[in-house]
């Protein structure tokens, strides 16, 4: 870690998430109830969350989302509990224009798409915020969350730069003050299984100090034959003085045990007529992560208006990859469905994070307007040296897909003889952002500038560096119909890293994105149920491509152009006193512009309708009876368009019991039976080649128990 950051942390306090800070603190509201991550009592929120906290990574504020000019979606752990969902491509079905895309590294690290819009910086980035800061392969972790919070759009998030289609951040549970705890185990088909424990103490009540403890173990279902375990632990202090400041310490450790799963190929179009869990890869061993992240925050008000908060995070990640896979097109002069296989081993990788930031937000009135300010400075550094072995072919004999023959793959017999390359990626990045909210009556404007300066080398060690500065605007505009309505429009910028090499050996400049968005908000039933309609169109430069020019898959260029287009609907809330419901419903229309080889084609994975229907109804007596039904059209699986993933419905059935055993101890029982009808389909698939389709599981049972004391 260079000087620069710690510059920035000497004489700060240690932070909270500087995206969630508070930025309206007035003589009425200096209680730490409106702070964000507070330690004060918010212990066990069931029910319907009213999306504060998402609001407030836009905003810098807790406002509402009825009154945040951008789209924004909150999923707290009960909601996802109550769905059980444990993955997080899972929980994105529930947020409008949130699809699924292809990734390797186990199903606690996923990749997905937002709003149709490429993402794809070819390290295996997966593109998401944790408590605010942005984390490369960090694993969901279902015992760690406290709400998933989904902001769609570029340059939705304050303070940190923005994906093309928006920002997921994972919120993760902190320190309360209150004494409490949860046992939670489940048990489910095909060896899936999860234990966690989640302990709060509060250590002193005159400091306002806690201290919170979780450790779990996940196993993943193992319908496909392939191992895919983490294991965790996760320890929190806190300390405050009412709303004057605020103090957080975290500790997280994650290990994962997996095998990378690349599913099944295509011929003539189609995913190849195989049963769906045929496993053509066969690794050597085992793929392993661990990540060790530390993260201070903290926050501290200069008077009742005014707030400084200043944050470090820092991850280290070891791991080793171990990959055997279908290479290439089907073989030549071989029986149909034959294909050539390769294994790859990345032994000893290293990784290494760490990211600052300081803000400033005060509330403050000019000229008789109100103004909400925020400024804050963010410094992002990550190092990655990542080794790889080059194993002989005879290693990896090819394969029928129709009549496999296993067991020839082998490991090599003296690894010390094998020749070695070595991958680097060095990002070293500095950010701005300015933002006001001015509240004029009924209308609300926001007006930010972001500015973001990076050096970026990603490739062999003698690859090129790209430098380069780039600036973000953003302009919203809120109209308030009422105490339940309100329109709203904006136009917003952002940029991300495309984090690859040329076949020149240069490492390529950013792509930018651009989008404009019309939007209404409403709010029934005093509150209880909250409805949203947006209408967007999203436009996207400097993306990365294949290089067809050479023979190296790994070769890229700036392919060009692609835009997307479409709507979002979502219903969500309690329609009755028994009646409980999520609607959500999104058309996407994605597709390449201006490209040489894609001009036209639709992009990968986008389907044009996904729909998403949750609803609960509570008996009473503690019972409950629940339905989730997923519905996606189909979808290309490869930028050329020559494979199509058919559509799919898949309907889930859930049954609840919760017995109160006394005022603070409760025990919950769930019975899950999802994809009801055993249908197969297809997830996603790889976004450039079409050999490696993600298949869906079929019927899977499990049975969770939780107990609250």
Known sequence: M??????????ALPAFAQAQSSAALNDEATSSVDTPNSVLPEVRVRGRRDGAAASRLVLGTAATPLN???SVSQLSADELRAQSVTSLQDALRGVPGAQADSGFNGSHTQFFLLRGALSDNGTGANRLLRDGVRLSNYPYTPAFIDSVDVLRGPGAA?????????????????PQLSDFGQVLISAGSAKAREFSIDLNRVLSADHELAARVIATRSQSSEWRHVPDRLDGVKLGVSTSDGARYHLRANVEATDQTYQPDYGLPALNGRPVAVPLDRQLGEPFGDSTTRNRLVDLQGDVALTARTRVAAQWTHLEAQSTSIKNLLNGAPLANQPAGTWARVSSWEPGTSRRIDSVTTSLTADADWAGLRHQLYAGVDYYEEALDQPTLSLPAATSPPINVYQPVYGQVTGPADPATLPRS???????????????????????????????????RYGAVTVLPVKESRWSPKLALLRRLGAADSLYANV???T?????????NQ??????????ELGWKSEWREGRVSTELSVYRLAQDHLISSDLSTANAFDFNLAGEARSQGLEAALKGSLTAQWTASLTYAYTDARYGHNAVYGGKQVPNAARHAFNLWGEYDWGQGWTSAATLAVQSRRFADEANTTVLPGYARLDLLQGWTTRLSADQSLSLQLAVKNLFDNGYFVSSHLHVSRWITPAEGRHLSVTASYRF
């Open 496 to 504: 991300a890293p495309n984090q690859v090499a040329s076949s020149s």
């Open 2 to 11: 260079t000087r620069f950051p710690l510059l920035l942390i000497l004489g």
């Open 68 to 70: 945040t000019p951008f």
């Open 158 to 174: 304050l303070g940190v730069r923005s994906e093309p289609g928006g920002t997921v951040n994972l919120s993760t549970r902190q």
């Open 492 to 494: 917003a910028t952002g």
């Open 507 to 516: 490492s390529l400049p950013s792509r930018r994105s651009r989008q404009v």
């Open 422 to 456: 070595l991958t680097t990626q060095s990002l070293v990045a500095y950010g701005v952002s300015l933002q006001d909210q001015i509240d004029l009556g009924d209308w609300t404007v926001v007006a930010g500038l972001r500015l973001d300066h990076q050096n970026f």
